[in-house]
Structure formats: C-alpha cells, structure tokens
C-alpha cells in the first residue's frame, strides 16, 4: 500500500531536511498566526504617559509607551487576555475580555488616573464591536469559544457557514480557488489544490475565513483564504474529553425516500480527548489530540448476492451466487485522527515548537446500484499527516524573524482489492445486470482502479518588524517541492483474444494502460507586505512574487504530435517555461468616526492549475493513431505549460454601529476572471483534430452581502448574513467545451450561468446562553435554486439553453443545546445536535431535467433508476446525543 511505509521511508528524507532547518534557522507572525494590541496611554488630561508599561497577565508580552503615549505588543496568539497597564504615580488600569485575533490590530486606548486619589485597580471589560471599521476586507474571525456552541464539528462545516460560500465555492470561484492553512502554513494538496487533512473542531483555537480580497503573503488562491490556528499547550494542565452518538431518523418518510426507516441509534460514533499544559520539560508545554470517528451512512445494502457467481454446468451458464441476505451499510467512514504540538521557550528572546496533524480513513461511498451486492464496492483509504518545526526569534524591539518547515504527506487509495492479481479480480468478473431489474449489479466487481500521492517539502519565512508607530512591515519567502504521483495501478480490461473473453492485466504498457506517474514540479513566490494603521486611515499594501515550473516537456509541434505524419515536420520534446507574476494588493479602511467606516479594497490574484489537470493525459504519444480526416474530443490532452489563472478582485463596503451591541455591513463586489483551465482545439498536418487543455475560459462574478451583528444582549445573541450574486462564464468545468463538441453542440464560447451560481443566500444563526448554565444555538440556511438545463422531450437533442432553468429554494435548519454543570470540581456538559430538523429532501442536490423537481420526471420509464435512488435526495434528519469532560481549566 502507498501510505504508511511510503511515508516512513521517506521520512528520512525529512529527518535530514529538518535537521538541517535546525542549524541554518536562529514562527510565529507569518500569514495570520498571531495578532497585534496598540493603542494609547493618556492622563485625566489627555496629555501621553510615558514610558508606562503595558502587559499581558500571566503571558510574556509587553511593551512601553513612547513619548506620545503610543505602544504596540505583536507575535501574540489568538485568544482573549487580560492587560494591565501601570506607570508610578498612576492607579493600575486592566482590561479585561481583550480578543485578539490572526492577523489583526486590537485597539486599547486608556486613561490613567493619579495614585494620589486612590490606589485601587481600575478594572474595565473590553467589549469588541459590532463591527470593525478597520477592516480593509471581508472576513469572518471564529473563535473556539464560538466554535463550540455551533452544531458543527469539523472546519469544513465552520467554513461553509459563512457569507459568500457556497458548497466549497467562495463568491462564484471554482473549487481549488482557495488556500487553506493550519498555522499559516498550507496544507493544500497540489494534486488538486483542494485541502489535504480534515480538522476536528477540538483542535482549532480560531478560524479565519477570509472570502474577499487578501494581504499579498496569501498565494496559490483567486477566491478565499481560510486560515486555522491550532490550540497549543498552556501553564495549567488540562483535559478534555467528547463523546457522542447518534443516527438518522425521518419517521413517516420512508416512502418520500424510498429507503427503510430503521433508526441505527450508533450510526454515529465519535471519541476525543485532548491533553495539554506543561511537559514536564524546562518551560516546554504540550497539546496531544486523538480522535475516533465512526459514520454510517443511512442507505442500507442487502447481501443478498456475492460478487462470484456460480457456473452452471448444465446450461453452460452463469447464476447469481446467494449470500447471507445480512443488511450491511452501503456507505461508511472509519476515521482515525490527531494532533500534537510541543511548545518551547527556554531559549531568551526565541519560541521552538513542533506539531503533526494526522488522517487515516478508511470509507466506502454508497453507490445504489450495488444495494444487492455491496461486497462488489471498491474501497477508499486516506492517509495525510503534516508534520515539522516553527520557530520564532525576537531580533529587536518590535522586530520578529518566523520560519516554518513542514513535510505534507498524503496518499488516496481507490479499488476493491490492493493487487491487481488478486484471483477475486478473476473469479467475480465483469458487473452484470439484468435487464428485470435495471439498475442493480448482480454479480462481478467494480474493476476502477485509482492511486494518487502527494509529498510536498515546505519552507516558509518571514521577516516582520514595526518600523515605526504607524508603519508594520512583513516581507517573506515561500518555497514548495511537491512530489506528486497519481493514476491506475495496474490496469484491469477484459479482451477478447481468438474469440475467448478473459481479463487482462496492464500494469504498464502506455500510452493506453501506463503505470502511475511521478512530477516534481517547483513552486515559490516572494512578498513584502506594509500595514499601516493611523487613526483615521488603514491602509494594507502589497506586491506578490509567484514563480512555477513544471518541470515537464511537451511536443514542440503541436500539429505533428506523436511524428505519426508522413513527410510533416518533426516533433521533439520542448521543455515548459517557468512562470513569474506580479500580484499588486490594496486595501483600505477609512473609519468616519469611531462607529462609521468604509472600505476598499483591490487585488490581482493568480493561481497555478492543479497537477492532477494539467498532468492527465500529457503523453501525446496517444495521438499517433489519430486517423486522418478524424476528430477526437473524448480524449482531452493535458497541458503542464499553462499560464497562471488571473482573478482581477474589487471590493467596496460601508458599515456601521447603530448601538454598543448591534451594527451591519455591506460590502459589493466584482471579480474579473480570466486565464481559467479550458479547452482548445489542435488541428493536425492530416486534418485531424484533437482537443487539449489551455487557457481559454473565463468569467465574472458580481454580488453584495449584508451582514447584521447583533452582539448578546443578556442572554441573547443574532447574526444574519445575505448575499446575492451573479456568477457566469464560457463553462463550469475545463473539459466542458470538449463534451459539448463530443456530443455535436456548438464548441464555441458563451456566457451562462456556473453550476454553481446561488443567486440568493442568507445565513441566520440565533444563540442564547448563560455561562457555566446552558447554551443553545440554531443555524439557518436559506439557498435559492441553482441551475440546470431543462430538457422538453427525451433523448438527445432536446435540451434548452445552458442553465437556463433553476432548482428549488432548499431550506436546512440545525440545532445545538448544551447544559453545563459541575462535578467534584470538573467541568461536565450533556449536549444534543440536531442536523436538518425539519427532514428537508432537497438541498442543492439533483434535479430531473424534465421537471426541476428532485421528485418526479415528465419520462419515469427512461428516470426509473434515478427515481428509485435514494441518494440524490438530501440526508434525512440526524440527531446526535453526547458528553463532554473538562478538568483543570
């Protein structure tokens, strides 16, 4: 298998690099890792208090003021402090629930009071805004106290709750437009530029979504930035431990959804516990993270027939073989997850840490058709870690050195048996159906074969440094090596030889049936960054240096490809070029007063495609049996020579505190698209033609969203966002114009609707809670329909334009309660999670063409299989019951 002894023996590999990090490096400020307090000291005069001290309680940061009263604390961890400030001949004055988050400035003005009144401590509590008018960009900022009221439980729920996502999509972009980090390190994997390791909201200190424009440290993304800060160890020890249990129940909607209504109270299992705080070490702490994940899938399979069946000598025939008619689930999930990270401060002026992150699942996705013979199903396996060192190094008043060095490994597995020689391939055979019972595999094996892995070597540095009061400075460097091998491991195709039909074996005989292949492109890029921050004016400049090879070749006569053409010119392999581009970003916030503000914001943003397209179908070499006179557009040829995608952003917004505790925002934006992974058409010497990816797709995106802040009043809290947009272009999906060709439509471009252009979207979540006492909070969704293309009779033909028909508005409300108590001195809680209270069958799922209803089709005969199949519809209701321990906090 690839993933775990794949892993160690590259390991290594990274022992050395890391051991090598470790002499060459003296991280903790680079891409939205910590966060910033300034403010102001002042007398009962207004006149600056020099050289007062300002603190963190209990944290090992702080500063002075200068001679105008100004400070600035930086490298500080998401989290809520306590900050004391204190000057002879002044009371104490602290601030209590001060926030600060990734990336940000968190404002504390103060005033002192002489000592000679009174010697008490001044004691305030901080209340952050309804909104924040020195944002110069949309961004939603979660912290793990939010987090853990909300029925959500991995990051990828967190994100898709917020304004301008939709399904994975941020503000009309297509999937793999989005950077995620962990600590300000990415964890994308390049083979599709889609997140690499799943996060249990267990380990997340605070999430950063970030769906408009972004600062020039963030790359290799046009759409978003999602940026999760990981929990580490503290002074006080600590544990926490989750348990919870639960399983689908819709009682009176079997017949809706075609599926037996048999409530499976441990569908759903999950374990977690964490430990933290010191390790016993000199000034060292630690988090330590593991969790166990069950998931059963509410779709039952009967094995009713095993994938062998039996020959009949009699009537030289075959039969379905009976298996023990046991109901089994058809699809499910077995998770196994962690995380750790050490913490180091025993060198002065220096913070060490090391962390892993750890998947390894094994699942099976339902398939309908196999509800008879669920043994026939292949299998998934997936298995990520991403592992390495952080350091960080004070180099001077106000001044910060960050490095990072990380190792992402993953690795995904796709068949039913790891040897392609596996007699079972043989003795199962081919899927067979029949025509009495369309729709359902009898017998045989699914033959799909698929393997990809991933190990990428990272170094990230930065330099930051607060030049002046008004003036903060980042500049850095980003290098990646990925090593990316993807495709089928040993190719599984029945052949008919001498008129006897057998299976055949290609492990690696190209360019038909080649084994997986193995790229090692280059990717790095250069920024410098200067925020800005005076007291009517934010600015945030920047200018990006990316850089990627692909270190690949391709024909250099695209018209003679495979020097299959008698008497044309030849062809030889013509190395790619390496890419360089400059991204200039701006943004800038302008607070008309202390409750008012406006902002703006601007960027070029560029994005190289992901290995996995631009890499599938690169040996021409195919292309030498093209026939004269012939089209082939089922085949699209990759391309690694593509430029980079170009989203050009702008953003406007205006926003406002009406009171203490409830303010709105409304923030307009438009995206100019272009450069976006397409498909172009290759004319041969011999008339030919053939199709290969390019940059030829484009499109735009424009929209508003209002969001409505109402912060808890007594026990009470509301937030409400809206957003409507449009998003169109030429195609949804780069091979698009190659299957409209295939199929005889018109190749050419035109500007529709994207699959996924949600005009309408509003996100309500509503809470009330009293601490240490009970919470409860509800999330509504409300989607307008997305498109499809209506057809008006059956068969090919028929259709209508292009996304010119809408779905049905979907609605899905969710729902948490918690009641807290204590027990010989712990901290216990029974909660209760409710998913999609209402059973709603619809959600931005399937719809017949012939109807836009998800329930019934115009032509039933030639729909009976997609009408019995309970997987199209929107999982039903599912209610989740647990536990929850915390001790020594």
């Given at each position: ?11 290594w ?13 003296p991280?903790?400020l ?56 204190s ?18 400035t968190?404002r504390?003005?103060a ?9 008490e ?52 972009g ?6 995620y ?9 390049a ?11 267990s380990?997340?200190?605070?999430v ?36 919870f ?44 993270n ?9 779709v ?10 039996t020959?009949?000598?009699?009537l030289?025939?075959l ?44 699942s099976?996705?339902a ?13 998934q ?32 597995e ?9 007699p079972?391939?043989?003795?199962a ?7 009495n ?17 991933t ?18 400075v980042?500049?850095g ?36 049936y ?7 492109p ?14 009517d ?73 992901s ?15 093209l026939?004269a ?31 203490q505790?409830?303010?709105?925002e ?45 912060r ?95 779905k ?14 204590t027990?010989?001195?712990q ?7 409710i ?17 836009g ?12 299989v ?24």
């Open positions: 298998m690839l993933q775990r002894a794949d892993f160690l023996s590259r390991a590999r990274w022992r050395g690099l890391v051991a090598v990090g470790a002499l060459l490096v991280s903790r680079w891409a939205g890792t910590t966060g910033k307090i300034a403010g102001t000291v002042v007398d009962v005069e207004k006149a600056p208090v020099v050289a007062a001290t300002v603190a963190l309680t209990g944290q090992p940061f702080g500063a002075f003021t200068d001679a105008e009263g100004r400070f600035s604390i930086l490298n500080i961890p998401p989290g809520t402090y306590e900050v004391k400030v000057r002879v001949g002044f009371r104490p004055h602290v601030v209590q629930g001060v926030v600060v988050s990734a990336d940000q968190t504390i003005d005033q002192l009071q002489s000592a000679r009144i009174t010697a401590t001044v004691v305030v509590t901080a209340e952050r805004p309804p909104v924040d008018v020195n944002l110069t960009s949309s961004m939603a900022t979660l912290q793990t106290e939010e987090i853990s009221l909300l029925p959500v439980q991995e990051l990828q729920d967190i994100v898709n709750l917020q304004a301008g996502v939709v399904d994975g999509h941020f503000r009309g297509r999937l793999g437009e989005v950077q980090q962990v600590d300000g390190v990415s964890i994308n994997n083979y599709d530029n889609t997140a690499g390791l799943k996060l249990d909201r380990l997340l200190q605070e950063q979504v970030i769906s408009g424009t972004f600062d020039a440290e963030y790359g290799q993304a046009m759409s978003g930035v999602v940026n999760a800060v990981l929990k580490e160890g503290g002074q006080r020890p600590i544990f926490e431990a989750e348990v249990g639960g399983g689908f129940i819709f009682p009176g909607r079997e017949e809706a959804r075609r599926t037996e209504d048999d409530f499976q109270p441990l569908a759903i299992r999950n374990f977690t516990v964490t430990a933290s705080g010191p390790s016993g070490l000199p000034k060292t702490t630690f988090l330590a593991a969790r166990r994940y069950v998931f059963e899938d509410y039952m399979g009967q094995r009713i027939f095993l994938p062998t069946p020959y009949v000598d009699t030289a025939s039969v379905p073989t009976l298996g023990d008619g046991k109901e089994v689930v058809l699809g499910y999930s077995e998770e196994w997850s962690g995380a750790f990270k050490i913490t180091n401060t025993s060198i002065q002026d220096a913070k060490a840490s090391y962390q892993v992150i750890l998947n390894d699942i094994d099976r996705r398939n309908y058709a196999f509800r008879y013979n669920p043994e026939a199903l292949t299998q396996n997936t298995f990520a870690i991403a592992h390495g060192p952080d350091w960080t190094q004070t180099l001077g008043k106000g001044t910060f050195l960050d490095v990072a060095l990380r190792q992402n490994y993953r690795t995904y796709d068949y039913a048996y790891e040897d392609p020689f596996d079972r391939y043989d003795a055979g081919k899927l067979y159906t029949n025509p019972l369309p729709g359902v595999y009898l017998w045989g094996v699914d033959l799909a074969r698929f393997e990809q892995m190990n990428t070597y990272m170094l990230k540095g930065s330099l930051s440094s607060q030049v002046t009061p008004t003036h903060l980042k500049t460097l980003d290098l990646q090596l990925p090593e990316v091998r993807f495709g089928v491991p040993g190719h599984l195709v029945y052949t008919t030889v001498d008129g006897v039909e057998g299976l055949v074996r290609y492990l690696d005989n190209p360019p038909d080649p084994a997986p292949q193995t790229y090692w280059v990717i790095g890029a250069a920024y410098v960054q200067d925020q800005i921050e005076m007291e004016l934010t600015l945030r400049a920047g200018l990006r240096f990316d850089y990627f090879d692909a270190r690949s070749s391709l024909p250099s006569d695209l018209s003679n490809p495979a020097n299959a053409i008698a008497g044309a010119p030849l062809s030889t392999p013509d190395p790619t070029t390496p890419k360089l581009k400059v991204s200039p970003r701006l943004g800038v916030a302008y607070p008309i007063t202390d409750r008012i503000g406006v902002h703006f914001a601007y960027g070029h943003f560029y994005q190289y495609p290995i996995g397209d631009i890499f599938t179908n690169a040996d021409y070499s195919v292309l030498a049996r026939q006179g012939t089209n082939d557009f089922g085949r699209v040829m990759g391309n690694p020579d593509v430029e980079p995608e170009q989203t050009v952003q702008y953003e406007f917004g205006y926003k406002q505190a009406l009171s505790d409830f303010g709105y409304v923030s307009a934006f438009y995206k100019d698209i272009r450069n976006l992974l397409g498909v172009e058409f290759i004319n041969t010497y011999n008339d030919a033609t053939y199709a290969r990816l390019t940059n030829a797709d484009f499109g735009n995106v424009l929209g508003f969203t209002l969001a409505l802040n109402h808890a009043i007594g026990p009470a809290s509301l937030s409400l966002d809206y957003t409507w947009q449009v998003a169109d272009g030429n195609s949804s999906d780069p091979n698009e114009t190659a299957t409209r060709a295939e199929a005889g439509e018109d190749p050419r471009p035109r500007v529709v609707a994207f699959n996924w252009d949600q005009r309408h979207t509003i996100n309500m979540t509503l809470a009330i809670s009293k601490p240490d006492a009970y919470s409860t909070a509800a999330i509504l969704r409300v989607a307008s329909g997305q498109p499809y293309t209506p057809v008006i009779e059956a068969g090919f033909g028929y259709g209508l334009e292009t996304n010119s028909g809408r049905p508005v979907g609605v899905l409300l969710d729902l948490r309660a918690d009641r807290w108590f027990l010989g001195g901290r216990m809680s029974f909660f209760g999670r998913f999609n209270v209402f059973d709603t069958r619809y959600f931005n799922s399937a719809v017949f063409e012939s109807t209803s998800p329930y019934y089709s115009r032509f039933p005969v030639n729909d009976e997609a009408l019995e199949d309970p997987t199209r519809l929107y999982p039903p209701r599912r209610i989740e019951l647990g536990f929850t321990l915390t001790a020594g906090r």
